[in-house]
């Protein structure tokens, strides 16, 4: 996803994340490629486990597939391309051979998927006379390649990053020269920004004869710390290889930096991300008919008595005290609301057990090292996160996130780093950022006398509730609204008519909400509710109130009796009903035919004042 960070525009008043003014500037695209091994082991089927029978070079392209379906969604003015390596055949900007450039470094678009999808279903016999295998690619040769379709990229990038799939563990065995031009070219990646991640396959990679030191570059520097960097186990199973690449394309949705001060003259920097955030539909876009270009509007606002070009400077604001206007410009009402420099200032520390759940007031944030902004961030960052989590504290903190947003006093919760067995990373070391509500955020709120549940009926709702329980992520429920809105388009795009079938896991499993805990729902129901109580009867309606009556309907007007051309001269024509508006413009000459009641209600005007 592309890097955007939060800027107000010197013509909006500021008001933090609570009004939502200002506006989100673009910080670049972020840009990926699929590097994939396109050797005659790649292509060979495993089926080891009598289920697996697809090649390790089909998951690679069905990964790719898969991931920019998604971007397509999410993240549509991402780049994304595809180059294989170990091939027959040639073609790249600098003559490289066994290298092929499969797509270019592209926005995701429909002839890309069905590229992709056309590559998935082709035979092996196909695919060696239009590619071909080899084992003849350096693996810098292949890096280089990919540097240069960055370098040649004219949109402005804010992540780089390539992919490498391949299940040789050492491609460059007794060749020395070329492991040392490989580990070199590495260290020229990780200069350049570029970041380089392995996506092996197999089930016997072993990442110490080559990769390592290839994805995780020896500097000299800092040698503690890439002895506990490890690499995952590789991947055999196509569900692995999509998780980790799901990861990987989250490592750069940095919502804004800040600098954080622990004591005066100690500082680090973060990046601040965003855990959490609502799933729309995409907006509607006008077109151009003729080209099918973007229709972009243009506001300019002039001053009625000369004409004149109104700016952003011009515009005051007021508020009235004493019978009198005081005016400010933009620029004082962005020092009055600028209490606080932009930052995070450490307060104190508070047991992690005295932040209660329903402190909740919005959704965390998350912190991590920026080690880019100030060299250094990454050692304090682990040492405050190690010492907190062994004294299971939180630091309570004053955080201005971006500039012009309100202040508001956080705890950050410590979070260690979590492995699965693969030893892919699960959860990533840091601070949440949980956002404490002030003082006048509570409420004493008065329960009325009303019957309360005796014990029994509580104890009965609890075992009812544990017996439900399950551990809740917001990535097992899709949005079925949002889900079925993209199908379509995706039919439309790609020229499919059958849709796959959606299985919205929003609506309750009745069938299996019964069989785990039926006999508890029954023993509830009787212990609550009376023995007539039917809950699949329909509600009983109420009666209307004695000695009332109804309000008497107020009868239609009659469309012959109105007088159409005095009601519009009057301003109410869209008072009229569309009958109306259709029958006395049918009765001029005009025609109706296909339109709405505004356009109606304007050619009745236009009809009257002509």
Known sequence: MSEWRFDLDDDQEEDGDEQGEGSWTFGGRAASIFLIDASK?????????????????????????????RKIISSDQDLSAVVLYNTKESKNNIDVPSIYILQELERPGAEKILQLEELIEMSDSKFEREYGHSNDTNIHEALWVCQSIFNKCKSKLAGQSIMLFTCQDDPHSGNNQKQKQARQKGKDLKEAGISLELLHMGTSFDVNKFYKDLIIPDDGEDEQSQEKETLA????????LMDRVKRLEHKQRTTGRVTFTLAPGVEMALGVYTTVRKMNKPYKVKLWKNTNEEVRYMKKEYLEETGELLMPSDYVKYQEYGGKKIKFSLDELRSMNQVYEQGIELLGFKSIESIKPYYHIKPANFLYPDEKSVQGSNKVFAALLDRCLARKVAPIVRMVARRGSSVSWAALIPQKEELDEKNCQISP?????????????????????VTRASVDQVDAAKDVVKKLHFKYSPENFDNPDIQTHWRNIEALALNR????????????????????????IESFREMVYPPSYDPN?????????SGTSSAPKRAKPDPASLDVEQMAKAGKADKLTVDVLKSWLQDRGIKVTGKKKAQLVQDVVDEVGS
């Open 233 to 240: 186990d590789p991947a055999s199973r196509f569900e692995e």
């Open 429 to 449: 070391p840091g601070f949440y950022a949980c956002h404490l509500p002030f003082a006048d955020d509570f409420r004493n709120i008065e329960i009325e006398d």
């Open 41 to 69: 082991e790649m292509c060979e089927t495993s089926g080891d486990d009598g289920e697996d029978e697809e090649s390790s070079f089909k998951k690679a392209i069905r990964c790719a597939h898969a991931t920019m379906m």
């Open 537 to 545: 009867a329909a509600p009983k309606k109420r009666p209307a109130a």
């Open 497 to 520: 008519s059958n849709l796959e079938e959606l299985v919205d896991y929003t609506v309750p499993d009745g069938e299996r909400i019964r069989k785990k805990a039926g006999s508890l």
